[in-house]
Each structure stands twice: as C-alpha cells, then as structure tokens.
C-alpha cells in the first residue's frame, strides 16, 4: 500500500481491497452455513475441550468464517464514504436545491439494476438446469405460475425485501440491493441535513434512530423472517452508512477550529493510517460487537451492527497499510473491484461448484477454498463480461 500525506487519498485507495475482503469473508460465510453450518460458542468450547491441534484449527476456522456476515458492514461503511466523496468533488458544498435529483437517482439505479436483473436471469436458468442449485424459496415453484411470477416482480423491483414468501427466491443475498435502493433515495436528503444541522448531529440522530428502531425490533412479538426483514431495511443499517459519509466529509470539506467533532476524527483517522497500536482498539471494538451479536440477550443485540461497523472498519483501514506482497495486494483490488458480481452470483455459483469438487477434492477444507475462489472467480467474470458487453454497445451506438 503508498502511502500519502493526505489521508483522503490513503484511505480511497485501501477501498478495493477492503471490498475485496469482504466479499471473500462474505462468500466463505454462506458457503460454510451452507455445507456445514455455523458454530455456536457452547459447539465450539466443546470442541475444543477434546484436545488436539486438529479440532482448534478447525474451530478456529469455522469461528472466523462464521463471523463473515460483518462483511455487508463494510460495505455500507464504504458505500457512504464513497457517495459522499463522489458527490463533494461533483457539487462542493451545495445542497440538494442545485442538484438536478432526478440524474443522480436515474445513474444509482442504471448501476445497479441491469446487472441485478441479469443475474435474476442467471439464476433463473441455473435453476432450470437444477432445482438445487438454488433451493432458496423454492416453496414458490411449488404454488403454480402467478406465484413465480409474482416473486419475480418483486425480485426485480426489490419489494420481495418486504414479502415473506418472496424475500429468499432464487438467492437469499439480493436483499442488500434493496437497501442499497434505499440508501440512493434518502442520500440527497442526508447530505442537505448534514449541511444544515452539522455533520456529527447528522451521526448521532442516525446513530440515535437506529438503535431506537432496533430496540424496538429487538423486543416486538414477531417471527424470525419479519425480524429479518426489518433488521435489514434503512431504519436499523442507516446509522453504518451516515458513518461512512461523516467520514468521507471529514477528510475532505475544509476544517475549521470551531469544527473540533471533526478535528477529532480527523485525528482517529491519521491515527488508523500512522500508529499501529490503534489496530488492537479497533479489533477490540469488532470482538465487542460479536460478542454482542452471539449473546442470547436482546438488548445487546440493539447495539451489535454499531460497533462491528467501526470496530471491523477501522481494523481493515490499519491492516490494509501493511505492506503485503504485489501479487496478493492485486488479487484482493481485483476481487473488490468485481464485489458486486460476485455478491449477486455466488451464493448459486458455489451450490453448482460444491458436488463437483466434492468428486476432485475429497478433503474438506481445501474444498472449501477451491470453491470460495471459483466462486469469486465465475462472480467476476460474470461482471466483466457484462461490463464488455456493455461496452461494446455503447460504442456501436455512438459509431
């Protein structure tokens, strides 16, 4: 990783590596719930009580890749510092009155749906070729053909994100499109907040709203798949996302000594670049917030995704300023740069690899891994393709 003197540009470069690890963390979690399951704590203790190099190993394994559902917190971490950032070098500091909105809204959505919609297409077929390699929601199937057709109108238009029956058809993951749908429409509206009310009231009122929603989640009488979707809509992830855009505009709107909220973090964040000793701090906050997230204890859970969110974000910014070797540093930007392909596909892909390697590969971890890089690997290609094509239509147009 360069470094620079300004730690905008330091932390805008460590981005694609944190995405690419965490879409590998979050690849390698689905796959192990879905070929072995996850491991509670009382499971792993008693593994590890049996002695043995063997059983730490494998728990510790199972333990670290069982916690990769935190990936999706780097993500909204990143989107906000990223649209933020996008939008300060476009517009400055002006608010959303000089900003043709409908533009912005049109350029989220053509970003993110055709590549959502081809991978529906994708996933369509692979379950026309095999029922299981996409057993998510197939009780659709079995309700004749308004049924699927009106899952697949909810797939595409991501209302299945608050349809029980619909919410796991054909790939349980799409529901992150969803919110990320949510997330362009209030965006404009943050940033006009932010500039009104500050940037550290916008934090804490996100901050303050999204545990109060999650309080109330946490302790309302509903099923498993409504807590679900309520957990992941805007109310209970806003508060990550306003932290990725408090970010972003702390490194890049001009400081003033008035301004000491963000002179603090400003501070933090030289500090993840420069002094080591921050890591431990910030993994800390991350163990914190797991242990939070496993506890049996609703009223930590209210608090969980906050403190994974900065804990496991300011964890990776330490850790991708450590000089790793060119090949692996390549590998990681390259795999962030196709996150959201491999995001929209993997969860089928690796269904399709997994009995085929079982066939080449007996052994069970190295399995594992053959699986998680073909995935990533197909997931990838599966983005670039549709880039290339994409391409190449648009330059045939404009001939």
Known sequence: MIRSSNPYTTIS????????????????????GNTQGYLAWPDA???????????????GLKMLIGSGKVGVNVFLV???FGLTSSWWKRQGSRGISNIPLAEFWQKRVFRIFPLFWTSVVLSGLIYWLNPNWAPFG????????????GALLATVSTLRNFIPDYYYFLNGAWWYVGLSLQLYLVFPFLIKAGQSWGWLRLLTSALLFSLAYR???????????W???????????????????????TLIEPRSEEQTSRRSAYDWLQSLLEKPLFLPVNLGCLAMGLAFRGSASPLLHVFDDSLIAVGLFGGLVCLSQ????????????????????????????YLALWPMASELVPSYWPRFVLVTALSCVVGAGFEAGYGWIQGRLRRHKMA
């Open 13 to 32: 470069r460590s981005l694609p590596m944190l995405r690419g690890l965490a879409i590998i963390w979050i690849t390698a979690y689905h796959l192990l």
């Open 322 to 349: 450590l000089k790793l070797p060119n090949l692996v540093e390549s590998l990681f930007k390259l795999t962030g740069q196709y996150s959201y392909g491999i995001y929209l596909t993997h969860m089928n892909i």
């Open 227 to 249: 807590s679900t979707i309520f957990l992941s809509c805007l109310p209970a992830r806003l508060a990550e996302f306003v932290f990725g855009m408090y970010l972003a505009v």
């Open 138 to 149: 197939q009780q659709v199937w079995e309700q004749g053909n308004l049924a699927v057709l």
């Open 215 to 225: 309080a109330v989640i946490a302790f309302a009488p509903v099923d498993d798949i």
């Open 78 to 80: 990143i989107s906000g």
């Open 45 to 59: 203790i008693a593994a590890i009580s049996q002695g043995g190099l063997q059983p730490w190993i494998d728990t």
